[in-house]
């Protein structure tokens, strides 16, 4: 089951903790470090869905413009 955004956000932050802590071997670490590159690949692919969903009702609704940032 795919996490949602928040909850692989969460896991991320852990993640990031536990790394900083220092308290893990090097295996450990690049273990960790894996497991969260594919946490902050998922909340990306999360987002620019969500994105997309926006720009749809926006689009549909024409009530503002969107701009390239």
């Known amino acids: 089951m795919e996490k949602n955004f928040e ?6 932050e852990k993640i990031v903790a536990d790394l900083e802590s220092g308290d893990n ?17 998922n909340c990306n692919e999360l987002l620019e869905k969500a994105e997309k969903k ?16």
């Not at 909850?7 to 991320?12: G, H, P, V, Y």
């Not at 749809?56 to 390239?68: F, P, Q, S, W, Y």
């Open 25 to 41: 071997t090097l295996d450990e670490s690049m273990k960790k470090f894996e497991e969260g590159m594919k946490l902050a690949k």
């Open 54 to 69: 926006i720009s749809v009702v926006l689009e549909k609704n024409g009530e503002i413009v969107e701009e390239d940032m």
């Open 7 to 12: 909850e692989s956000i969460t896991e991320l």
